[in-house]
């Protein structure tokens, strides 16, 4: 599994970089076969907005944003969205997996 971290426009700090990699990596855990997660951080107008995107098998991309006003509060935000979304999806692929 391939994470991507992207500043836009800013700067981003180590230590928020490192808290992505490793929220990313918790989310890898819940999702079916993962394959790419880009983290995209980017400063418009003095806020702070994060957008996540994970890649899944047969070309489904889920997605989630949040703004806020600094990066850490923005990842947490994102993260909270990406979540539910994940599940939906993981509890798709049990489905068709058990569904001989």
């Given at each position: 599994?391939?994470?991507?971290?992207?500043a836009r426009h800013c700067e981003v700090a180590d230590d928020v970089?490192?808290?992505a990699s490793e929220m990313a990596a918790r989310l890898m855990k819940i999702a079916h076969r993962p394959q790419t997660m880009e983290i995209v951080f980017d400063d418009e107008h003095a806020?702070?907005?994060?957008?996540?995107r994970l890649s899944l098998p047969?070309?489904?991309?889920?997605v989630a944003s949040a703004g806020a006003e600094d990066f850490r509060?923005?990842?947490d935000r994102a993260v909270e969205k990406?979540?539910?979304?994940?599940?939906?999806?993981?509890?798709?692929?049990?489905?068709?997996?058990?569904?001989?």
């Open positions: 599994m391939q994470i991507t971290i992207t970089r490192e808290r806020r702070k907005h994060v957008e996540l047969r070309g489904q991309v889920l509060t923005a990842l990406l979540r539910p979304q994940l599940e939906r999806s993981s509890a798709r692929s049990e489905r068709r997996q058990h569904t001989g």
